[in-house]
């Protein structure tokens, strides 16, 4: 037998208990579903590359016996021994474990286009995709919502308001509007209802300010960006600007409004606090516009907040 061809197997699965789901279900054969479709996916992909199993089990250095009970759905394999697969199978983990972007041929022609490109190409193939689909994207037409986004004390609250009077538009704090949706404090609804109900209140918020307001000076929370949907929608409808602030002036600001959740009173919150930004700050630069809140004062920062608003939108001065 050429080594390259697929050999008959056993329809039925090795001896062996079925791994219990620690959500609590099962599929009809008694095995977790996730384990079951990840099982699908090595066999599916074995087939795609015209390899037997004994053939994948030896380039990923694992027994036969293993890799069945991983194509049947009741191997818990580690993480290692997946990439050991993976990479027997020229594929990607994320392509293994079932990552979206895997799960067509279209998606995968996508990626393949995608993968190495600049920051710079893919910003404006999401620009033209959001123009395509017609959730927006670009500056064509640009919203008179101006979204101000950031982390905590980069002064979205207090130069949000002076703005929206300076424009004329209503100011809307979303932070306030999750917490009348949810009818408690913002610390509350992820003490009671964890952060996943959090961030569904606030996409609710970010929905219903963009429904009603078509001109808004809007303050986002700081972690808005942490939900791609979220986030797109921000970039989608409103005018985008990043306030930008050194942490020492992030953390003294916050602790000058009474803010004592857990960051502000870390031993290593200063740490805490330059970690978040590291992680949010390549999001945070897919705003139209960024400006440093730390470089002067409070009036000449407002006006050149001002100066550089009125201009995108072309307003007078």
């Known amino acids: 037998m ?3 061809t697929i050999r008959a197997e056993p329809s039925a699965p090795p001896s062996g208990r079925p791994v219990p789901d620690p959500q609590g279900g099962l599929d009809s054969d008694g095995r977790n579903p996730f384990l ?3 099982g699908e996916r090595v066999r599916s992909l074995r087939s795609r590359r015209g390899m037997t199993r004994k053939a994948v089990a030896q380039a990923a250095e694992v027994s036969e016996r293993h890799l069945a009970n991983l194509e049947y759905g009741i191997g818990n394999a580690s993480i ?3 990439l050991q697969v993976a990479g027997a199978l020229q594929c990607s983990l994320a ?4 990552d979206v972007t895997t799960s067509s041929a279209e998606w995968l022609l996508l990626r393949e286009l995608l993968e190495r490109r600049d920051e710079a190409t893919l910003r404006r193939v999401r620009e033209a995709v959001g123009q395509m689909l017609g959730t927006g994207g670009g500056n064509a037409g640009r919203s ?3 979204a101000l986004i950031g982390l905590r004390g980069a002064g979205k609250s207090t130069l949000g308001q002076m703005l929206a009077d300076d424009l004329g538009y209503p100011f809307v704090e979303l932070s306030r509007e999750i917490e009348k949706f949810a009818g408690c404090s913002i610390a509350e609804i992820q003490a009671l209802y964890g952060v996943n109900a959090y961030r569904r209140y606030e996409r609710r918020a970010i929905e219903e300010a963009i429904q009603i307001y078509p001109e808004a000076v809007i303050a986002t ?8 949907a979220t986030f797109n929608l921000a970039l989608a409808h ?3 600007v990043w306030l930008q602030a050194d942490p020492e002036d992030h953390m003294r600001r916050v602790t000058a409004q009474g803010d004592l959740r857990p960051m502000a009173v870390s031993r290593e919150a200063m740490e805490d606090l330059k970690g978040i930004l590291a992680g949010r700050a390549a999001f945070y630069s897919k705003a139209e516009f960024k400006l440093d809140t730390s470089a002067q004062p409070l009036e000449p920062t407002f006006l050149a907040l001002r100066e ?6 072309q307003l007078s001065a």
């Open 36 to 38: 079951a479709a990840l």
């Open 95 to 98: 392509e293994l474990v079932g």
């Open 238 to 240: 409103c005018t985008t």
């Open 2 to 4: 050429r080594p390259d």
């Open 80 to 82: 290692l021994v997946l």
């Open 308 to 313: 550089l608003v009125r201009k995108a939108l």
């Open 144 to 146: 008179c919502r101006v």
């Open 221 to 228: 929370p700081g972690g808005l960006v942490s939900d791609a």
